[in-house]
């Protein structure tokens, strides 16, 4: 899915915190939004998943500037799971979308399979570790193969190997799927491990944007 953004403006308190003239996510990408603490990253990516809204200016998605909620899902830095099992937690927004019982177990158990959570399919979320809990919720968050995906410093908690685990699943589903990928993360190492493009904020601007390579090749 393509993104684009014209004169879009935050501001919280009186204060701008986002002000981007002209921008765009390329269709297909795994876009690295980065740039210091407090630079509108988060800021960015609330608006464009809906959970906040701009005071000005306007995004299209795919040309349209209705919100698509259906195709797009956000990872957050803390994961929030429903306080039942593992399973039943990747299959809920399916469970929602109305999916049949077969298509449901055979999503979950191939998610499981490469995310390495089939042993834990029947744990309950509150005695996950940390880096369990958030692959659990990108799995959760891929179930519907949304054509979208969102995520706001997710490793900012997690033990490397998991994170490594994370950044090569994300990887995975952009290439094999075509998922757009935006992540906001302030790890350039993980930028550039991760995404093909960046979106490089400073003070709510957008300063540079391009190809990843370029970019991080001289932060
Ligand atoms: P980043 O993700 O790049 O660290 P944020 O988008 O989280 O930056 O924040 C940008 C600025 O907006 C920061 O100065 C932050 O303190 C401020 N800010 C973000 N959300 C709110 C809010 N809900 N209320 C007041 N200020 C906010
Ligand atoms: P991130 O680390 O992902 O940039 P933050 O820790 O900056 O996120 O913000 C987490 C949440 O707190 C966000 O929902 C943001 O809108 C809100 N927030 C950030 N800064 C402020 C602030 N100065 N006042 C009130 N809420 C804020």
């Not at 190997?161 to 950044?167: G, K, L, P, R, V």
């Not at 990887?171 to 302030?186: A, D, F, R, S």
């Amino acid at each position: 899915m393509e993104l684009r953004f014209e004169e879009l403006t935050r501001a919280y308190e009186g204060k701008k915190v986002l002000d981007l003239k002209a921008g765009a996510i390329v269709s297909g990408s795994r876009t690295g939004v980065i740039g210091p603490n407090g630079a509108g990253k988060s800021t960015l990516l609330n608006l464009i998943g809906g959970l906040d809204r701009a005071d000005g200016g306007r995004i299209y998605y795919d040309g349209q500037k209705q919100i698509p909620k259906n195709e797009i899902t956000q990872v957050f830095q803390t994961p929030y799971l429903i306080t039942t099992t593992v399973e039943k937690n990747i299959a809920y927004p399916l469970k929602l979308r109305g999916w049949g019982e077969d298509e449901i177990e055979e999503r979950v158990a191939q998610l499981c399979q490469e995310l390495d959570l089939t042993g834990m399919r029947k744990k309950k979320a509150w005695k996950l570790s940390g880096g369990e809990t958030q692959k659990v919720a990108l799995a959760r968050a891929l179930s519907f193969h949304p054509r979208l995906l969102l995520l706001d410093e997710p490793t900012a908690n997690i033990d490397p190997s998991t994170t490594a685990e994370i950044e090569k699943m994300l990887i995975k589903i952009n290439e094999e799927e075509k998922t757009t990928v935006v992540l906001v993360t302030h790890n350039l190492a993980q930028a550039k491990r991760t995404c093909d493009r960046c979106l490089f904020l400073k003070s709510g601007q957008l300063i540079e944007t391009g190809r990843a390579d370029q970019i991080l090749a001289n932060p």
